[in-house]
């Protein structure tokens, strides 16, 4: 049965502390266009399908968190455009692991298949590997435990526990690109019970007591996570019926995601340095830390040295 240590375990954890500033669909899916360089708040309303009063609240956000920061362009009336702070801009291989992940397991094709790596000219993928010993990183292969500095995690706010979903509107401008990844982790809860399943918490009371969540919602977003199978349940118990729920090989993938989270939070959010979880690499027995490297020539990816297929541009640039 999970404990208060569990409990304080998963809320205390950087992916937790994350999941606070980019668990949101309208929140990530900005993130995703500022990175194709949209900049200016009537293309984001069109290629996110957003709300106009959503997408003012999000973008707030986001420069009050320091992910965006805005930049005078017109005078009169004063107008803002939306760039990438640093803070944002490091988020960028989280970025290219949900374009890895959705290009591997969505059936619906709203990105482009393929990238390229403007330093060696290839057709490539993105690659996670141990820096330390520069080997692949499987979640059976990550240890963890409490850091020193491990406390007790707050509840989320009240008005992110429902699921953001698409607006009704029917423009066919709306750009689609990342919609099945965010509807798998564009949600702070339902990144929590994966994350609390990475934990190998797997029964409906000991993910509901680790997390403190209510139980339409715990049950709501455990239907979601079956419903596009990166979960499975399987009954343990007969009389009455109770069942285990564990991660498909298609939730299993999204272990990247989770760890580029994880990682961005250490390094943003991590107040005087705190640690309160600590990853091991199993194979080298170092404390995790990922590279992002090309597939084809191994060479470490680095901000704007992607391109995508130009059928998928945004602009003239090319640049992802």
Known sequence: MSTTADQDLILASPVARALVEIGDRWTALILRDAFLGVRHFEEFRLRSGAARGTLASRLKSMVDNDILYKKPYQDSPTRYEYRLTEKGRDLYPFILAVWAWETRWSEERHIPPALTHSRCGKRMRPRFRCSDCHTPILPREVRFEAGPDQ????????????????????????????????????????????????????????????????????????????????????????????YEYRLTEKGSALYTNVLQMHEWAERWLNADGQTTLILTHKPCGSRLHSELVCSECLQSIKLNEVEFDRDFYLDESGKF
């Not at 809860?189 to 399943?197: D, P, Q, R, Y």
């Open 151 to 242: 406390l007790s995690g707050e509840k989320l706010p009240a008005r992110f526990q429902r699921r953001s979903r698409p607006s009704s509107q029917s423009d066919h401008d709306v750009d689609r690109r990342f919609f099945h990844v965010l509807d798998i982790i564009g949600d702070r809860w339902t990144g929590l019970i994966v994350a609390a399943l990475y934990f190998g918490l797997n029964r409906y009371d000991e993910i509901g007591n680790a997390l403190g969540i209510s139980t339409n919602i715990l049950a709501d977003r455990l239907k979601l996570l079956a419903s596009v199978e990166v979960i499975e349940k399987t009954p343990y118990q007969r009389k009455p019926v109770r």
